[in-house]
């Protein structure tokens, strides 16, 4: 209905009758989440993802190399990074897991004890509880697999008290550890690895999603890995790299190319 377009000048010409805009500003609910939207807030590229991943473990090992403290903690906040990015999770996903929350798939042994990973503080929607998910591990991030698993069997009981359940502990072990201080310590490594401000931890989550489609996984098992109600909130976090476009405009052309040989010896 835009007059720019012209188009209710030819309906009225044609047809004797123009469109009429019943969808306004005041009639219609506000998205959710706008900041998803916002031009700063995309997926990390995939050096971008190295970068990052670097520098955290880099930090690792120039603290323990001096012999401080820190280093669990910094090796807690490069495997929750890793986590985050190969699973889809959330922050307050990501961080409120516990050790029972990490289990095997009976149809995928070759992951071991990380075959699933059940969330169950999933966002909730308005006045209801946290929904719950099961997120299974895909070929492609096999690799955080062992990063999950060093963590769990050789850095996390230098840290966490036998009675503490918690993935995360936090420093006294008594709880997990809190989303300020997750926060905080991702902002570190990011601003230490050079990248934009815009990208934060959720742009982990939007770089799961845009890798598992460039890998060619169904629509649909995407969206109910990552939790999300309607198609359209998966489509929003999706941020296809050229080159991916490239590949699927150069293999549709091909097939077209295909066709049309088939089609031309037919006659």
Known sequence: TDPAYGWGEQCWERFGEHPAQVFHEWNT????????????????????????????????LRIRQ?????????????????????????????????????????????????GIIYVRH??????????RRSVLTVPEFDWAVECLRQWTDQVRPLYAPARSTWLWPSERGTAAIAADSLSRAFNEVKREAGLDDDLDFHSLRRSYVTHLIEAGYDAFFIQQQ???????TTSIYTGLSPDYRARVVDGAIHRMAAAAMTTSKEY
């Open 29 to 60: 609910a506000r998205h959710a989440q706008d900041a998803v939207a916002t031009p700063g807030k995309r997926p990390y590229t995939r050096d971008e993802l190295e970068d990052l991943f670097d520098c955290a473990d880099d930090r690792v």
């Open 122 to 131: 999933g966002k909730a929607m308005r006045g209801s509880p946290p929904k």
């Open 226 to 232: 990552v939790g999300h109600e309607h198609a359209s």
């Open 66 to 114: 001096a012999g401080a403290k820190g280093w669990i903690p910094a090796f807690r906040t490069a495997t929750i990074m890793k986590v985050a990015y190969a699973w889809g999770l959330r922050r307050n996903e990501v961080r409120c897991l516990d050790l029972v929350d990490i289990a095997t798939n009976p149809r995928a042994p070759q992951f071991g004890n990380a």
